[in-house]
């Protein structure tokens, strides 16, 4: 059996322009027909997938395994998958330099992910990945249009770290820093701006400008957000809740098309008064959010670029926990009396 918390190792990443640049030559002159159908059956298996011709069956059966536990990650987030039909295509991508250097949401048709991977790296690469669990968490909600894009990419960028914490791929405050990271990242691109603009107007024109880390973890601020909102009200919910609730009603309304449909239905489930006007003030923010503050609120601290987390039993620290930990490991991770 793989040791899974073993394998810590942080992929090398691109910068997000390389990545793109990247994904636009995948697009163009990459393109491959996939070659072979398989449906992966059972619990936690729930996908139909499209193999590129050109993988053998032992780099098939590698990915099949990274899949597979790519599902048990998702599931940490409310106990089941967006769908039990998700469709996959699995495109090689080799020489890329990390396991899935591009994929994409399939939104026409049955939903789904199409990936582009290297299945030259073990499978320990392809785990540590977080593009899969970022892709899967997409399609717990429809694609809110491109001016509320940052909803979208902040909820997936929001679990992604934080659902390989809950299935121990990561260790929990190595999310939280790169969370932290993210968000310095994004404060640096948008210092890089040259003309104050709002967060929609950066989201509407975010493949045109570059302004990727500028939306995508502002719109992770807005899901911590409202997640402590969530979890400190009387009585108690969190973003998980109200995501599985989604999901069980209103996943598959063809009326839901944009970001304010999107946030007054997520009020009705969690029966407040949070996302709506939580929304607005983000997507009129010309700065980023003051994410700060919302780590302190979780205890996280980042002292002359160094990152760490608050090891006691205080408010702060156990909010943390409550937000990366699944149920069972909660009672274990607490610091004794
Ligand atoms: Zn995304």
């Known amino acids: 059996m793989i040791n899974w918390r073993a394998s810590l190792r942080t992929p090398a990443r691109l910068s997000w322009p390389a990545r793109v640049s990247r994904a636009l030559c995948v697009l163009l002159f990459a393109y491959a027909v996939p070659g072979a159908a398989e449906r992966l059956t059972g619990p936690g298996r729930p996908f139909d997938i499209s193999w590129d011709a050109a993988l053998t069956a032992a780099e098939r059966d590698k990915l099949a395994s990274w899949l597979e536990r790519a599902a048990r990650t998702v599931r940490t987030l409310h106990g089941a998958l967006p769908r039990d039909d998700i469709r ?69 960028t929001y679990y992604q770290y934080l659902l390989q914490a809950r299935d121990g791929l990561i260790a929990e405050c190595t999310a939280w820093q790169r969370i932290a990271a993210g968000f310095a990242r994004g404060a640096a691109a948008l210092r890089g701006a040259t003309a104050p603009r709002s967060l929609a107007a950066a989201s509407r024109d975010m493949h045109a400008s570059g302004s990727y880390r500028r939306v995508y973890w502002s719109g992770v601020a807005y899901f911590l957000e409202a997640d402590l909102a969530l979890r400190t009200a009387t009585p108690a919910l969190s973003l998980d ?15 839901i098309t944009d970001g304010a449909a999107l946030v007054a239905v997520f009020d009705h489930l969690a029966g407040t008064t949070l996302f709506v006007p939580l929304y607005d003030r983000y997507r009129a923010l010309e700065t980023m959010p003051d994410y700060a503050s919302l780590l302190a609120r979780v205890g996280v601290h980042t002292n002359g670029g160094e990152t760490g987390c608050a090891q006691d039993d205080g408010p702060a620290a156990r909010a943390r926990r409550d937000i990366t930990l699944v149920d069972g490991e909660r009672d274990a991770a607490a610091p004794g009396p």
Do not use: K, M
């Open 88 to 156: 996959i295509i699995v495109e090689t991508r080799r020489g890329a330099g990390e396991p899935v250097p591009f994929a994409r949401v399939l939104r026409r048709g049955r939903e789904g992910v199409r990936f582009w991977v290297d299945p030259g790296f073990p499978l320990e690469r392809f785990l540590t990945d977080w593009t899969a669990p970022h892709e899967l968490t997409h399609l717990l909600i429809p694609y809110p249009g491109r001016a509320d894009v940052w909803l979208s990419e902040g909820l997936a």
């Open 241 to 255: 809740r109200v995501v599985q609730r989604f999901g069980q009603c209103c996943l598959d309304d063809g009326d």
